[in-house]
């Protein structure tokens, strides 16, 4: 079974930093691409970054670019979603997203199975 276990959230002010974490089990880490996605409440949710397993090549949304990294520890089947300059539009719950088949990126969305989820808050 597929288990993606989300953590880091919490509140923080406009300009501020959080890292996310998401470590994975149930599955072969380095099979899959992996990244995040968030989702506000009457919004759909959308993908923002992935991390190819295959040459480790990054991806972002423009919504994101140049304020949060991607990255993983194939050794903590963890990845990691550093978060810099947050506004109070990034405020949202966000996922970890792991490709259904693929351990390449196909852009900053990824298909697949989502975790359940760290509330991610920024005051202005």
């Known amino acids: 079974e597929v288990q993606l276990v989300e953590s880091g959230g919490g509140l923080v002010q406009a300009g501020g930093s959080l890292r996310l974490s998401c470590t994975a089990s149930g599955f072969t880490f380095d099979d899959y691409a992996i990244g995040w996605g968030r989702q506000t409440p009457g919004k759909e949710r959308e993908g923002i970054s992935c991390?190819?397993?295959?040459?480790?090549?990054?991806y972002y949304a423009d919504s994101v670019k140049g304020r949060f990294t991607i990255s993983k520890d194939n050794a903590k089947n963890t990845v990691y979603l550093q978060m810099n300059n947050l506004k109070p539009e990034d405020t949202a719950t966000y996922y970890c997203?792991?490709?259904?088949?693929?351990?390449?990126?196909?852009?900053?969305?990824?298909?697949?199975?989502w975790g359940q989820g760290t509330q991610v808050t920024v005051s202005s």
């Open positions: 997203v792991r490709d259904l088949v693929r351990n390449y990126c196909s852009g900053y969305r990824v298909l697949g199975s």
């Open positions: 991390i190819s397993h295959s040459d480790g090549s990054t």
